[in-house]
């Protein structure tokens, strides 16, 4: 039997056209590879969700992809596109920034940036959650990123840049990622439903997208948790239920006593 796969994963962009309102950075980290000006450290900063990861793994991808199309993207069909995808790529190195915080683990990421890479054009390292290392191994890094091998590519993603150091920061190209707006977010989850063909309300999928507070992620484990509330139509009452919410029918009746002066009915109705 094949294991299921999370929306979220099932669903991750594997083109930059595919990103969900990030447009103009995609299109910065495209334009910098067609003029071969790939700088060598880059901080992506933003809420959850929002596509960080995503981000640096198309980028990692699209620099070494052996056949990039004439909108750079990656072609996804090439061996090292395929690894990239899977996670199996010996030049793209994801390292926790929570788990792998210390001293010692930048200086191993120090010695082996220096090899060449196995396969692809270019060694990149991407650093989740990069404000969770220490002074120390930030200090550690800063040699590396003052003088850095040129097949490599430092990779920081966020959610505190306030947190890095400025030090590592000024040598960065910083992209903020705004978070993603409602719509945007909806469009997307119907998307999904249309292609999983799960008859969904519409005002069930505004419900989610409003509720995930600009996390398309946040979205998508939604959408999958409601999804398994029952068989057959998703209704707006379905997500109501499951996330809590209070009933915009409530509200109005709440509103309308107010009008008539009923203030008494704020305690009835709780």
């Given amino acids: 039997m094949t294991k299921y796969q999370i929306i979220a994963k099932k669903y991750r962009p594997q083109k930059f056209e595919d990103v969900v309102d990030q447009g103009s950075i995609a299109t910065i980290l495209k334009n910098s590879i067609r003029l071969k000006r790939i ?18 793994r198309l980028f990692a991808k699209a620099a070494s992809c052996e056949n990039l199309t004439k909108d750079i993207e990656p072609c996804n069909q090439c061996q090292t596109c395929k690894e990239i995808t899977s996670g199996h790529s010996l030049d793209v190195i994801e390292i926790d920034g929570a788990s792998n915080r210390g001293i010692d683990d930048i200086r191993n ?30 200090n550690a890094l800063l040699k590396t990123l003052e003088e850095p091998p040129p097949h490599v590519i430092f990779i920081f993603a966020t959610t505190e840049a306030h947190k890095v ?55 998508e484990s939604l959408f999958d948790q409601i999804i398994c509330f029952q068989d057959g139509l998703i209704t707006a009452q379905n997500v109501i239920k499951t996330l809590g919410l209070v009933s915009t029918e409530l509200f109005f009746e709440l509103d309308k006593a107010a009008n008539e002066g009923n203030c008494f009915f704020a305690f009835e109705l709780s």
């Fill in 109 to 138: 990421l120090n010695e082996t940036a220096f090899y060449a890479p196995s396969s692809g054009k270019y060694k990149v390292y991407i650093i989740d959650e990069v404000h969770m290392l220490t002074k120390e191994a930030f």
């Fill in 39 to 56: 700088a060598h450290a880059y901080l992506f900063y933003g809420s959850r969700g929002t596509g960080k990861t995503t981000l640096a």
């Fill in 165 to 219: 150091l400025p030090t590592i920061i000024s040598r960065c190209q910083r992209f903020d990622l705004k978070r993603i707006s409602p719509e945007k977010i909806f469009l997307k989850l119907k998307m999904i439903g249309a292609d999983l063909q799960l008859e969904v309300e519409e005002e069930a999928l505004h419900l989610i997208a409003s509720h995930a507070e600009g996390s398309l992620r946040d979205a």
